[in-house]
């Protein structure tokens, strides 16, 4: 069965751009979370969505956005790039449940010049 | 602030030797303790977690042990091997709504020589 997969692997913008993140879930599962990975720290939480509502955010600024389509799809988009959005984007897919384990994919490596 | 304090930053241990990992947390909310392997250009794998209405759990070598009244979790592993090398980190997550936000601490580099 196919894991967490997101799009695209790398991806590098300058300041002041946009940039939008994609992933796809576990089959079945229908919720989503994102993740910012800053080198040499663990994962930091920014949203949670759940059957296309957003049911938690992280403490990080509004240049950052997020939606779930209802293929349960997700797309995570940042406006105006500075050089300290440069990370690893995670995306994690859960089945939904109450303590269900959440599932990382491998990333978008984000570097800002 | 930092909700989770994981030690230690970095962990050399000899294969065949026993690894532990500690993970130290504030948020009495917490009510699912999960550690996470994940290795350069991965994303976190999900290794072992454990709830907290239980004090040990063991799969195979990775052994979580959970102390609720000094809100302390720990992860062992036993008989390490090269292939270990990785960075762990513990997650535990937030109980206070239905699903869920997992609090990640800095992590643990272990390396293990053969």
């Known amino acids: 069965d196919a894991g967490v997969t997101q799009s695209p692997t790398h991806l590098i913008k300058t300041r002041g751009q946009h940039v939008t993140l994609r992933c796809s879930p576990i089959?079945?599962?229908?919720?989503v979370s994102w993740y910012q990975q800053v080198l040499g720290q663990g994962p930091q939480f920014i949203f949670q969505y759940y059957e296309k509502e957003e049911r938690g955010r992280g403490n990080f600024p509004d240049r950052f956005s997020a939606r779930q389509f209802p293929n349960y799809s997700s797309e995570l988009n940042v406006n105006a790039l500075l050089l300290g959005d440069s990370a690893l984007y995670l995306c994690a897919s859960s089945p939904g449940q109450v303590n269900q384990p959440q599932h990382f994919g491998d990333g978008t490596r984000l570097s800002i010049l | 602030q930092q909700q989770v304090k994981q030690s230690p930053q970095s962990l050399i241990v000899q294969k065949g030797g026993i690894s532990i990992i500690n993970c130290a947390y504030e948020n009495t909310a917490f009510d699912y303790f999960p550690w996470y392997q994940q290795f350069p250009g991965k994303g976190p794998a999900l290794l072992i977690a454990i709830r907290p209405d239980v004090s040990e759990k063991k799969e195979g070598r990775f052994t979580i042990s959970f102390n609720k009244s000094a809100k302390q979790f720990s992860l062992h592993i036993m008989d390490s091997q090269p292939g270990d090398s990785a960075t762990y980190f513990c997650?535990?997550?937030?109980?206070?709504?239905?699903?869920?936000?997992?609090?990640f601490g800095r992590g643990t580099q272990l390396t293990v020589w053969p």
């Open positions: 089959s079945g599962h229908k919720s």
């Open positions: 997650a535990p997550k937030d109980g206070s709504s239905t699903l869920g936000r997992l609090y």
